[in-house]
């Protein structure tokens, strides 16, 4: 007998398995196509954010408990970077306040961010792993029923792009704080102080674990937002070049299949809906805390450097406001991408024929428009307002504002 070599398992959207039909001697299906988002799409980007203790990939036991143990021991050194800034006020000069300060309000905004990824991943507040299983049980399914296209290969690539800058930048940032501590680069940016400690090799040791604790907390979930982001927004364009092909098809009537395309938009609506239940908090939480930075920041930068503040110092506050402003924006326009790309086939609806248009087409074209127009489908800052481009220029408007009043007094 032949020894049968085992397919080649390729890492695409979905996985395939084969499930065995009885021989009913009809062409009954015998292969079943199951979806799994986790382990595809988002493989790399999940353990990017196991490894920052946000994620628990492990559904046994065994295995769960070493994650909580993880992240209890990262929960730990946030807390203790936390305390050290605090007690660090009471020994060091007071030039070197304002630069605790900053360092204070990114421990904190570090600390919050972790609770909120906590509860984004509980079983019983979050909503990300039943929104995983609806993916692969209804919008997976229904894409490749419908034909939509996802360049799967194109952002496969692109995830790990995102993923690779999101552990360069880390790794850079661990390297500057080395050679801070060494003091082969100067001095003078508080947050690289093992105040109220002595540096000595052990404590620039800790000092280091505390600032990859908090640099992982501070990148690693807006970088998993940004890539849900990403998949969300290619979702739409595929959904939109698949509308506008059905639509310029037949003189451009309303298509046959418009209850299905309906249908689909719907589900994927209603998985941005779910996502933004847990983000809505971390997106708050990063936009209040880097826009207060950028803020406080540049308020030091325009208003307290009196030439009392080094080089070193002034570099380290320029870094600052520009990482708080960086993460503000590039998160938001990736959010502002996927509501632009949820509203765009109202361009396509527009052009519709309606000449001798059934009643039932009537009312599920009537049902979609009314999904276009009556809702705001996008991510949201704590549930107050839709990130849209308008945001991104409110944002900006805010900056040189404050600026503008800082230069004049």
Partial sequence: MEKVQPPDIMDDLYENK??????????????????NIEKTCLKHVLLAMTISGNYNPCKRKKYGILITIYR?????????????????????????FFGHGIVLTWNVSCLFMFLLTLRMNHSSFGNQERTFRFWNTTIGPQMEKLGIKFDRDSFRKRQIFLCCAGAGFITILLLFSALQLTGILGSGNTAMMTTPFENTPFTCFLQMILIAACGFQAN?????MVVIFSLLTRCFRGFNEYLHKKMCQDACRLPQTIQKIREFYTDLCKIVKDFDKDFQYLLGNLCFWN??????TLYVLLHVNDGSLGLIAIMAYTFWLFL?????????????????????????????????ITVEKLAQL?????????????????????????FILTIAGVFLTYFAVLYTL
Avoid: R, W
Avoid at 24 to 29: L, M, P, R, T, V
Avoid at 328 to 356: C, R, T
């Fill in 18 to 35: 084969v499930v065995p039909a009885e021989n009913n001697g009809d062409n009954a299906e015998n292969e079943k196509t199951t979806f």
């Fill in 220 to 224: 690693i979930p807006a970088l998993y």
């Fill in 366 to 390: 009537n049902l979609f428009l009314s999904k276009l127009t009556g809702t705001q489908v996008g991510f949201s800052t704590c549930g107050l307002l839709i990130i849209t481009k308008e």
């Fill in 72 to 96: 209890i021991l990262i929960l730990v050194a946030i807390l203790a970077f936390t305390a050290k800034t605090i007690s660090g006020f009471f020994y060091i000069s007071d030039k070197d």
């Fill in 291 to 296: 826009i207060t930075l950028g803020l406080f």
């Fill in 324 to 356: 708080s402003m960086a993460i503000v924006v590039i998160v938001s326009v990736f959010a502002a991408l996927v509501h632009e790309a949820a509203h765009a086939p109202l361009d396509s609806i527009y052009y519709i024929n309606v000449q001798d």
